[in-house]
């Protein structure tokens, strides 16, 4: 045998056991005898969830499991949908204090050609870790400067950002500059700031409008010229056009309502980040009906006089004004606590199954991804988490993790150097 039919014979035997291998491999899976909570409906005790082909074939009691069908035997345990981090840096920042491994940030105040998911790291070791407490899915954002960029919305699973990316562009995120208040002379000079930064943004907005003008006149007109090509103009057309919400950081309730009239006057399609002092100002979001994303509760309030459980009480108090809402970490390596932050507001006036939607549905539906996941739904893709009790209490234990229908190891860092000193 010459050492050429003999690499070819190796190669055909790999690709024979390869094609075997994969014959052998399930082509459903049946999560058997847990208790569902679908988010959206009643609970389904000692159910069954059939996933086919990475999407939620069945949910239900009495369904029928297919011959050759993977059955994982879930008595005892609770299946949720995944849970969604409504923003956080998963990806893009390794050690806050390295500058080489923080990635959200670009230089430069005006900056709304930046994609977060084109400086993802795959292999952040955060990622991991965040997905063995149940996190399947995050909005990883921009930070810095005024306009900071576009955030993504990405899947906690894959080998490049590719892989991972679900919406490469959710939203375009402005740091909406803070008014403070006239206590002193010498914060007249801050007020003045912010003030000049809020019409930059009204600026920049206006050109972004004119240049679109512009491009329509000339497409229609062969005797006018295309306007010279614009990078940042260029990334805020979809802002202009209403295509593309812009996300607003912002906090105080002065700054809340500045905000409120900015994206009124400018016609925006808006969401709102942080929203520290909403619960001062929970009727005027209402009315505007732009939806909100609560940054970390792990902060205690700025003023005294709000009281220590200020940032506890804000989202129940905005729930129950019928402002749509959804937490989020604010993190990489504390994106882990995801549904701590929501368990935290449950315990301070938030409804238990609303504080449940906020890390589920809600930000699906703020995202514009909730007919694809979200909830335990037929047709939703199988982002399903298992776990041996109430998926926000910090002694709950995440048993299984399905992410697009295949299961992923919930190993981790953690989970290795317990492994390590438990030999000690």
Partial sequence: MTKRTFVFAVI?????????????????????????????????????????????E???????????????????LFAYPGMIDGSCYLGLQEISSISATVDYKETGRINPQARTVEALRPDSMHIPISRSNGITVALVAPSGGLISGQSGLIRLVGWTPEEMIIKSSVAMHIQFPS????????????????SKQVKELKEILKQARYYQKRKNLAKKNLGLH?????????????????????????????????????????????????VTD??????????????????????????????????????????KAGVKFAFSSGSASLAKDLP??????????????????????????????????????????????????????????????????????????YTELLEKFKKR
């Fill in 179 to 194: 008014l403070p208040r006239l206590r002193r002379r010498r914060e007249t000079q801050p007020r003045e700031q912010a």
């Fill in 226 to 274: 295309l306007p010279e090509f614009d990078e940042k103009l260029e990334f805020l057309l979809p802002v202009v056009n209403g295509e593309l919400p812009v996300m607003i950081s912002v906090h105080a309730d002065k700054d809340i309502k500045a905000a409120i009239k900015f994206v009124k006057d400018e016609k925006l399609k808006a969401i709102f980040l942080g």
């Fill in 340 to 413: 701590y932050h929501a368990s935290k507001a449950a315990a301070f006036g938030l409804d238990k199954k609303e504080a449940l939607k906020g890390v589920t549905i809600y930000p699906a539906q703020i995202f514009g991804v909730d007919k694809t996941m979200g909830s335990l739904e037929k047709g939703k893709v199988a982002n399903i988490v298992l776990a041996d009790g109430d998926i926000l209490e910090l002694r709950t234990n995440i048993k299984h993790v399905f992410i697009d229908g295949k299961e992923i190891d919930t190993s981790s860092i």
């Fill in 278 to 319: 909403g619960w001062k100002v929970a009727e005027d979001i209402k009315k505007s009906g732009i939806p909100v994303i609560f940054s970390s509760l792990n902060s205690v309030p700025p003023k005294w006089e709000d009281g220590y459980d200020a940032f506890y009480r804000n989202p129940g108090v905005l729930a």
């Fill in 58 to 76: 069945a949910v239900g009691k009495n369904i029928d499991i297919p011959e050759g069908a993977k059955i994982i035997k879930a008595e005892g």
């Fill in 12 to 56: 055909l035997i790999i690709c024979a056991s390869f094609c075997l291998t994969q014959e052998k491999s399930p082509s459903v899976i049946a999560i058997k005898g847990a208790t569902i909570i679908p988010v959206v409906g009643e609970d389904i005790t000692e159910g069954i969830i059939l996933i086919k082909d990475g999407l939620i």
